[in-house]
C-alpha cells in the first residue's frame, strides 16, 4: 500500500544548508529523511542503535547521523555525520525540513462533504472533510467525525461516530468504531533543561485490508517511518499504538494493551487485556502475551509467555507455584 506526504517541506535545502560548518564530498541536493531501510541516494538517514546495524550495513543513503561507535557498521559510500546525540541532531532537521511537523496544527480545510465527490458514501450529522480526501464507495461516516486532508479510505468502510482521522492510509472493508483519534502526533520529544525539543513526524498510518478496531483507541503515526497494522488485525477497545509500531496480519489485540514505539508484532499474536509491549522490541510470528504481562526484550516465534517481565508461560507457572508452597 503506498504512503502519503501529509506535510509540506523544504524541497530546496542541500545537506550545506543544514550543515553548513561540514565539508562533504558529496553536496546533495536532500530529497528526503528516511530510515536506513527505505533510504535512497539523496536521503539523509540516522543510525542510533547496534540494533539496526544490519540495516546500516545495507543503506543507500548518502549521508547518516551516527556516532563514533557505530560508524564502522555504515558503507563506505555513506558520508557519516558524527554526533554525540542522534536523536537531537535528527529533530534538529527534521525541524528544518519540515517546520509544521512538530505540532498538530488543526486542518482549516475542514468543510462539510459534497456528495457528488464522495459517490455512494453515507454521512451522519456534522461530519467534516479535508482536501483531497479520497473515500471508496459503500463506506458510511458516522456524525461528528473528523477526516482531515489528504487521507485515503478504501470501499466498504465504517467508521463510527466522533472519529478524527488525519495522516492514514485505510485499505478496504475497515471498520473503525466509535471515539478513535488516527494519525496524531506520537510522543516524541528530547529533554532540556530549558525547554524541551520536539520530535517532529512526518509519518503515516497505513491501515490494510478487513482490520477493526475497537472503541477509544489511539494510533500515533510515524515519526520517520510508517506505523502499521496488517491484514484482518483487530483491536479492542481503548488500545494505544505509539509511532512507528508495526503489528502483522491476523492478530488480536485485547483491551488496554499499550505498545511503545517502534516495536514490530509478527502475524498471528494473540495479547492478553493490559498487557505492555516495550520500544524497539521484536515479537514473532503465532506469540501468545498472557493478559497483563510486561513485554521487556525480543519474543521467538511460537512462543506462549506472561507475566512481568514476561517470561514463557511453564517459567511463569512454576514461580507461582513455589510462592504458593
Same mark, same amino acid.
Given at each position: 500500500?503506498?504512503?502519503?506526504?501529509?506535510?509540506?517541506?523544504?524541497?530546496?535545502?542541500?545537506?550545506?544548508?543544514?550543515?553548513?560548518?561540514?565539508?562533504? $564530498?558529496?553536496?546533495? $541536493?536532500?530529497?528526503?529523511?528516511?530510515?536506513?531501510?527505505?533510504?535512497?541516494?539523496?536521503?539523509?538517514?540516522?543510525?542510533?542503535?547496534?540494533?539496526?546495524?544490519?540495516?546500516?550495513?545495507?543503506?543507500?543513503?548518502?549521508?547518516?547521523?551516527?556516532?563514533?561507535?557505530?560508524?564502522?557498521?555504515?558503507?563506505?559510500?555513506?558520508?557519516?555525520?558524527?554526533?554525540?546525540?542522534?536523536?537531537?541532531?535528527?529533530?534538529?532537521?527534521?525541524?528544518?525540513?519540515?517546520?509544521?511537523?512538530?505540532?498538530?496544527?488543526?486542518?482549516?480545510?475542514?468543510?462539510?462533504?459534497?456528495?457528488?465527490?464522495?459517490?455512494?458514501?453515507?454521512?451522519?450529522?456534522?461530519?467534516?472533510?479535508?482536501?483531497?480526501? $479520497?473515500?471508496?464507495?459503500?463506506?458510511?461516516?458516522?456524525?461528528?467525525?473528523?477526516?482531515?486532508?489528504?487521507?485515503?479510505? +478504501?470501499?466498504?468502510?465504517?467508521?463510527?461516530?466522533?472519529?478524527?482521522?488525519?495522516?492514514?492510509?485505510? +485499505?478496504?472493508?475497515?471498520?473503525?468504531?466509535?471515539?478513535?483519534?488516527?494519525?496524531?502526533?506520537?510522543?516524541?520529544?528530547?529533554?532540556?533543561?530549558?525547554?524541551?525539543?520536539?520530535?517532529?513526524?512526518?509519518?503515516?498510518?497505513?491501515?490494510?485490508?478487513?482490520?477493526?478496531?475497537?472503541?477509544?483507541?489511539?494510533?500515533?503515526? !510515524?515519526?520517520?517511518?510508517?506505523?502499521?497494522?496488517?491484514?484482518?488485525?483487530?483491536?479492542?477497545?481503548?488500545?494505544?499504538?505509539?509511532?512507528?509500531?508495526?503489528?502483522?496480519?491476523?492478530?488480536?489485540?485485547?483491551?488496554?494493551?499499550?505498545?511503545? !514505539?517502534?516495536?514490530?508484532?509478527?502475524?498471528?499474536?494473540?495479547? =492478553?487485556?493490559?498487557? =505492555?509491549?516495550?520500544?524497539?522490541?521484536?515479537?514473532?510470528?503465532?506469540?501468545?502475551? !498472557?493478559?497483563?504481562?510486561?513485554?521487556?526484550?525480543?519474543?521467538?516465534?511460537?512462543?506462549?509467555?506472561?507475566?512481568?517481565?514476561?517470561?514463557?508461560?511453564?517459567?511463569?507457572?512454576?514461580?507461582? $507455584?513455589?510462592?504458593?508452597?
Amino acid at each position: 500500500m503506498k504512503t502519503r506526504l501529509f506535510f509540506k517541506k523544504k524541497n530546496s535545502l542541500t545537506i550545506n544548508n543544514i550543515f553548513p560548518n561540514i565539508k562533504f $564530498k558529496k553536496k546533495l $541536493k536532500l530529497s528526503n529523511i528516511s530510515t536506513l531501510k527505505n533510504s535512497s541516494t539523496f536521503d539523509l538517514t540516522f543510525f542510533d542503535s547496534v540494533r539496526y546495524k544490519s540495516d546500516a550495513f545495507k543503506t543507500k543513503a548518502s549521508y547518516c547521523l551516527t556516532t563514533k561507535k557505530l560508524e564502522q557498521y555504515l558503507p563506505n559510500s555513506v558520508e557519516k555525520i558524527i554526533v554525540k546525540n542522534v536523536l537531537f541532531e535528527l529533530a534538529k532537521v527534521l525541524k528544518k525540513m519540515y517546520p509544521d511537523a512538530d505540532i498538530d496544527y488543526p486542518d482549516l480545510s475542514l468543510k462539510t462533504p459534497i456528495k457528488t465527490k464522495h459517490n455512494g458514501v453515507k454521512f451522519g450529522n456534522n461530519v467534516l472533510v479535508g482536501k483531497n480526501v $479520497k473515500i471508496g464507495k459503500n463506506s458510511v461516516i458516522g456524525s461528528n467525525t473528523i477526516i482531515e486532508h489528504d487521507v485515503i479510505l +478504501g470501499k466498504n468502510c465504517v467508521i463510527g461516530s466522533g472519529v478524527i482521522i488525519k495522516n492514514s492510509v485505510f +485499505g478496504n472493508n475497515i471498520v473503525i468504531q466509535d471515539g478513535c483519534k488516527i494519525g496524531v502526533k506520537g510522543f516524541g520529544f528530547i529533554p532540556l533543561k530549558e525547554k524541551n525539543l520536539k520530535f517532529p513526524h512526518i509519518g503515516n498510518v497505513i491501515i490494510e485490508d478487513n482490520v477493526e478496531i475497537g472503541a477509544n483507541c489511539t494510533i500515533d503515526r !510515524g515519526s520517520v517511518d510508517n506505523t502499521m497494522i496488517g491484514k484482518n488485525t483487530y483491536l479492542d477497545n481503548q488500545v494505544h499504538i505509539a509511532h512507528n509500531v508495526k503489528i502483522g496480519s491476523n492478530c488480536m489485540i485485547a483491551g488496554q494493551v499499550g505498545f511503545a !514505539g517502534s516495536s514490530n508484532i509478527g502475524n498471528n499474536v494473540s495479547i =492478553g487485556g493490559q498487557a =505492555g509491549v516495550s520500544g524497539h522490541l521484536n515479537i514473532g510470528n503465532n506469540v501468545k502475551i !498472557g493478559g497483563g504481562s510486561g513485554v521487556v526484550k525480543d519474543i521467538k516465534d511460537n512462543q506462549i509467555v506472561m507475566g512481568y517481565p514476561a517470561v514463557p508461560f511453564k517459567e511463569f507457572l512454576k514461580k507461582w $507455584k513455589k510462592k504458593d508452597e
